[in-house]
Nanobody
Framework: QVQLVESGGGLVQPGGSLRLSCAAS????????MAWYRQAPGKQRELVAA???????NYVDSVKGRFTISRDNAKNTVYLQMNNLRPEDTAVYYC??????????????WGQGTQVTVSS
């Protein structure tokens, strides 16, 4: 089994910054793509940012230039640096990872979510 544990959420004022972390542990051979999603009240979960094992990234348009996704493959950890936060960034943020538990067995896993609230 694999666990993803997120940290770093909280309450921040508009224009502020937060850094989310997500560490994977358990039966891991290697990790493929990792991503951050978010879900605001009454809305569908949306992809915020994703990163491949080699470091290629993509972002939803609304966060381009403000958020940066990165990863440390040695630590099985993905990060989301969020700058210039806006009230509309308020949501529960979820980590997602594609994990190989051996050379042939692959599954996608989700973290438990961390709340980010942007408010004055």
């Amino acid at each position: 089994q694999v666990q993803l544990v997120e940290s770093g959420g909280g309450l921040v004022q508009p224009g502020g910054s937060l850094r989310l972390s997500c560490a994977a542990s358990g039966s891991i051979f290697s990790i493929g793509a990792m991503a951050w999603y978010r879900q605001a009240p009454g809305k569908q979960r949306e992809l915020v940012a994703a990163i491949t094992r080699s470091g290629s990234t993509n972002y939803v348009d609304s966060v381009k230039g403000r958020f940066t996704i990165s990863r440390d493959n040695a630590k099985n950890t993905v990060y989301l640096q969020m700058n210039n936060l806006r009230p509309e960034d308020t949501a529960v943020y979820y980590c997602n990872a594609g994990v190989y538990s051996d050379r042939h067995k692959y599954a996608a896993y989700w973290g438990q979510g961390t709340q980010v609230t942007v408010s004055s």
